[in-house]
């Protein structure tokens, strides 16, 4: 049915900047607040008060724009955007219009087993608004003014994702960049990171059809809900000889479906025009090239060097590089130990993640167990207690019960590798296996496997296995 | 000859009066008057404990540049625990709880102030009628026609009127497109508008943010100095705040030039006007000369554009500016069925005609279709505007220009907008360039009635554009 149409879809990314006020006013910008509480004059639009723009929003704009391969523009200008919300106190949002600071930049996603450019056209700053409330009273609706005048950069790709799962790639990708560039906490679920995605339907080859604007989503499980929703709805309504209307959807989430906010013909005309109150803002070069070290290393640069240099396995690199948070604690681990890397990172995307997750734990809560954590990978690729030991005295380790020495002590499982005292146990243990020499000695190579563990339980499981397979083999071969 | 701030601070210091006698003087003719220049006269109560302090500090022999020195203050400077309304329905019930940059300063150097001055809501206007607390009249009388009432001019009607019947020393105003200058002239004062830049727009109602700044309107051009000294700083809070070091505007306020000054009369101004008007600009050049200061003949090219240009970027920025006026957080609102009702009916009912006009003007400009041949094309054309001055300052030292067109009119004469805006003829261009402009008394009209000249300085050149003045008060007073 929808076997040879296809999906165009176009983002607009809203990321809030990490700053510790506010784009024009000096209120915290923080989360989480009591209503009204990180508001102040500027912010609630009273009268005669004036922006003063925060230049960390800037930086973090040109950090961005080193990430995103953006070109930087030298010169931008802040506009007015002329609407009346009750959440928008100054009756308009100071946005860029006509001339963004950031302009023309890309990033590569994964489509497929595929990289595929994406485009982006541009990313400028602009203030949030605040947020009505109208869920608490039948009568009144509330207005908490916290987020207004939040920094946002938004960033609006061109149509260049064809699926869903394209896009949440985009999502994620750019999510990671931000995070990583500590311009954005990347936190969804508290709206530090929402996206408005434009979608139109074409059969394979043919001209762009007219697009819908589904606004402010602000999960992937959402996006991916009414992409699907949106391009279903599309291809009904032409294949049932209707028009698409140029309108803005919103998406419900309790029944999964996107309905129109508005149509074009009811669209606002939000009559940019440059803020009177605010100077262009013109940066010099030397301003620019100062921020690029600040950067720092990207997800790809990381990946590269966990696989060149490290030898690291592609997909466990990845699940690294996935968050910076966990490419720090990896890096951490590395700079502080002689433990091999490859060794690290096998143990910290298996057992340590894993230790992480059933305790819902932010990974940034181990950076200080880091030393730990690899004394004990140490004595395990020492074979001073095996892996099976390691795995078990792991959990108590990141608890913080103990040293990893003390630990292995306290519970017995260190290994038995003195060759003289296992020779003893491996003689002992044949005594009697006559039988079973012979069948070894006749080519049947599971009676090794027998006298291995028949070994390892004399030893109460505490025999380094390798030792006792090096010795069992010279003896069995006598 | 009222008493200038140099006379008070002496009779001051000299103890031939308290700062309480001296207040209590102009509080008594600020509540006489009859004439509505003030929206809200500040409590005696309320100033006790500064007039207190200023005294404590003349007892000691340091008093602040200011000190005890009765201010009325335009109402569009919020004032923090006083009633700010922009003369605008809309804000009739709004207190502030901050002061701004200004009036912070002028505190801050001792003066006392008597109550808020009336003006044309959010100061657009040049007449004083638009404002919600109805017209300000004129101190002066035709000699003519002695019974009619006329207008003080207007944004700052208010301030002006009440300088000039001697209800505070002097009044902070603000001007846009010519709201200091033209009411000052209009009631035979002193009226500067510093340099855009100067004097920090922060805690000021707006109405043109490209154009609004405060100056004051005084009865000498020395007073307006000692104002200028305090209030003309630089404010981070203002992103247009010049950074530019300031100096000392009363040093040389008296000596004259050490080089020779050329002053450029712009014959296109001089076109149609009376002879009241030209005898202005006449009596001016004479007194002038005297002193060796040339005169020469300069010519604008972009004259005639200035009206239309300032009309549709001062209503574009308006419109925005007072988009905040909605009655949900402050301010008066009126009730609805919807949200839509509540700003409708609020702003509907919030704001008098000429301010709704203004706005209904920005937004058209702004409006899809429209912003590229109205508001892109204005801000082209002010561009030729700046340079064109910047063209003639390069040839002479300063401009001389009639302040206003005409003498003070009476109170309902003009009600068409378009003979409304033409008052401001010689003042917008100046306006528009961002450059200072200082309008002080040249002489009578035929009905006896005060005009005024204004010269025209360079950016930021108000300690030389105010000596000049000085030398021309001091040829061109006038007895009233």
């Known amino acids: 049915m929808s076997n040879n149409w296809e999906m165009v879809i176009g983002l607009e990314v809203h990321a809030q900047l990490k700053t510790s006020s506010k784009l024009f006013s000096s209120s915290p910008n923080q989360f989480g607040s009591e209503p009204n509480e990180n508001v102040n004059f500027i912010d609630s639009g009273m009268p005669g008060m004036l922006p003063v723009m925060n230049f960390g929003c800037i930086e973090m704009a040109i950090k961005t724009g080193y990430a995103l391969n953006f070109k930087i523009n030298k010169h931008s200008v802040f506009e007015r955007k002329n609407y009346f919300y009750p959440d928008l106190p100054q009756g308009y949002q100071i946005s860029q219009f006509e001339f963004p600071i950031l302009s023309e930049g890309y990033i590569n996603i994964e489509s497929g087993d595929d990289q595929k450019k994406i485009r982006i056209e541009r990313a400028h700053l602009e203030q949030d608004a605040g947020k009505s409330i109208h869920d608490i009273d039948p009568k009144y609706s509330f207005i908490d003014l916290n987020r207004v005048g939040t920094p946002l950069l938004e960033i609006v790709s061109y149509p260049d994702l064809s699926s869903a799962d394209e896009v949440i790639n985009y999502i994620s990708s750019l999510r990671q960049l931000l995070m990583y560039i500590d311009v954005c906490d990347g936190n969804m679920q508290e709206g530090s990171l929402r996206a408005d995605v434009n979608l139109s339907v074409r059969k394979k080859g043919q001209e762009l059809g007219t697009r819908c604007e589904i606004k402010n989503l602000n999960s992937f499980k959402f996006i991916k809900q009414a992409i699907e929703y949106e391009f279903q709805r599309q291809i009904n309504i032409i294949d049932g000889g209707g028009e698409i209307e140029q309108n803005t959807m919103l998406f419900d989430t309790s029944t999964g479906e996107t309905r129109a906010m508005r149509s074009k013909e009811f669209s606002h005309d939000y009559r940019y025009f440059p803020d009177p109150d605010l100077l262009p803002v013109n940066l010099s070069q030397e301003q620019i090239d100062k921020i690029k070290p600040l950067v720092g290393e990207l997800p790809q640069d990381k990946l590269n060097k966990y696989i060149d240099n490290y030898n690291l396995d592609k997909d466990i690199a990845k699940i690294i590089i996935a968050e910076k948070q966990n490419a720090n604690l990896f890096e951490k681990m590395i700079s502080e130990s002689t433990v091999k890397p490859k060794f690290i990172a096998a143990w910290l995307v298996g057992d340590i993640f894993a230790f992480i997750k059933e305790n819902n734990l932010e990974v940034n809560s181990l950076n200080d167990k880091t030393k730990d954590i690899t004394d004990l990978l140490r004595l395990i690729s020492d074979d001073v207690i095996s892996n099976k030991a390691g795995k078990e005295i792991l959990p108590r380790v990141l608890n913080g019960e103990g040293k990893p020495s003390e630990l292995v002590k306290e519970l017995g499982l260190e290994q038995v590798s003195d060759s003289g005292e296992l020779e003893k146990i491996i003689d002992e243990a044949l005594v009697g296996e006559e039988q079973n020499i012979l069948k070894f000695q006749g080519g049947s190579d599971r009676v090794l496997g027998y006298f291995v563990g028949k070994c390892l339980k004399a030893t109460k499981g505490k025999g380094n296995p390798k030792l006792i397979n090096k010795i069992l083999l010279e003896r069995l071969k006598k | ?480």
């Open chain 2, 1 to 480: 000859m009222k008493n200038s701030i140099s006379q008070i601070k002496k009779a001051l210091i000299e103890k031939k009066i308290s700062v309480c006698e001296l207040y209590d003087e102009y509080l008594a003719k600020a509540k006489s008057c009859n004439n509505n220049s003030f929206n809200l006269v500040i409590d005696r109560e309320n100033n006790i404990s500064s007039i207190n302090d200023s005294q404590n500090r003349y007892d000691n022999g340091n008093p602040l540049p200011l000190d005890g020195i009765p201010l009325g203050i335009k109402d569009l400077f919020c004032t923090k625990g006083i009633r700010t309304t922009a003369s605008s329905k809309i804000l009739s019930n709004f207190i502030p709880n901050y002061e701004s940059f200004v009036t912070q300063q002028l505190l801050n150097d001792g003066s006392i102030f008597i109550g808020k001055n009336n003006c044309d809501e959010f100061a657009m206007g040049s007449s004083n009628e638009t404002s919600y607390f109805g017209p300000v009249i004129n101190p002066w009388k035709n000699k003519n026609s002695q019974k009619d009432n006329l207008v003080p001019g207007g944004s700052s009607g208010g301030s002006a009127a009440a300088v000039a019947e001697g209800s505070c020393v002097a009044s902070m105003g603000t001007d846009t497109g010519g709201s200091i200058r033209q009411p000052a002239s209009l009631c035979g004062i002193v009226g500067l508008k510093p340099t855009f830049g100067s004097c920090s727009r922060w805690g000021i109602v707006a109405f043109a943010s490209s154009l609004d700044q405060a100056g004051p309107l005084t009865n000498c051009v020395e007073d307006a100095a000692y104002v200028l000294n305090s209030i003309n700083k630089h404010d981070f809070n203002d992103s247009t705040s010049s950074n530019h070091q300031r100096e000392d505007y009363l040093v040389d306020i008296n000596n004259s030039f050490e080089k020779k000054i050329k002053i450029g009369i712009p014959s296109d101004y001089l076109e149609d006007v009376s002879d009241d008007i030209l005898n202005q600009i006449d009596n001016t050049k004479k007194a002038l000369s005297k002193h060796g200061i040339e005169f020469v003949d300069v010519k604008f090219k972009t004259t005639e554009h200035a009206l239309s240009t300032y009309y549709i970027l001062a209503p574009a920025e308006a419109s925005s500016n007072l988009a905040r006026y909605d009655g949900i957080r402050y301010g008066v609102r009126e009730d609805g069925e919807s949200l839509d009702d509540i700003y409708l009916n609020s702003r509907t009912k919030g704001f008098g005609d000429e301010v709704t006009r203004r706005i209904l003007i920005g937004a058209y400009v702004l409006s899809a279709g429209y912003y590229d041949a109205y508001y892109r094309q204005a801000q082209k054309v002010r561009r030729l505007i700046k340079n064109d001055f910047q063209r003639i300052l390069n040839e002479v030292d300063f401009i001389l220009t009639p302040t206003t067109p005409n003498e003070a009119f009476k109170i309902g004469d003009k009600l068409d907008p378009i003979s409304m805006y033409k008052n401001d003829i010689y003042t917008v261009p100046t306006s528009l360039a961002g450059l200072p402009g200082i309008s002080i008394p040249s002489g009578l009209s035929k009905n006896g009635l005060p005009l005024g000249v204004q010269f025209i300085g360079n950016y930021f050149e108000e300690k030389s554009l105010l000596q000049l003045a000085a030398l021309a008060e001091k040829e061109l007073s006038f007895n009233e």
